[in-house]
């Protein structure tokens, strides 16, 4: 079977709800997965893999912390992390950013991309996502 793109989207959409995410960020996730796919990028089974791992947990304890980039769970969680970056939440000096553990890190290269973009392609951003380590899954 095939699938839109808007179909994806909107049953990744509903995933993420349904594994204890806000309507916002399950909304993000959503478009998140939706570009991924449109990429040739295996989003929706990241997703899957990663509301696995989540459901029904307190989200809280996957939200890295803005100064260290740490998640007091262990690993961070890419969307928690996505939507944090995007809101201007990390740091605005030189330093480059480190987050050690991220929990299924593709699912963080849109919302890289969408920075990047809103940033006027500002270098940094486009060469950390033209080094990604990420390939297109085979047909």
Not at 25 to 50: C, I, K, Q, S
Not at 78 to 90: E, K, N, Y
Request: aromatic letters at 6%; one cysteine or more.
């Amino acid at each position: 079977m095939t699938w839109s793109l808007n179909e994806i989207e909107a049953l990744s959409c509903k995933a993420a709800r349904g594994a204890g995410y806000s309507w916002g960020l399950a909304e993000d996730a959503g478009r998140a997965v939706r570009w991924l796919e449109a990429r040739g990028l295996p989003g929706a089974e990241t997703l899957a893999d990663h509301l696995k791992r989540v459901d029904g947990q307190d989200l809280g304890a996957f939200t890295p912390d803005a100064d260290s980039w740490t998640a007091p769970g262990g690993a961070a969680c890419p969307i928690l992390a996505g939507t944090m970056l995007a809101d201007g939440m990390a740091g605005s000096g030189s330093d480059p950013l480190v987050v050690s553990d991220m929990a299924s890190p593709l699912l963080l290269l849109p919302f890289l991309s969408w920075m990047a973009s809103a940033q006027d392609g500002r270098s940094e951003l486009v060469s950390l996502i033209r080094r990604s380590p990420c390939r297109p899954r085979e047909p």
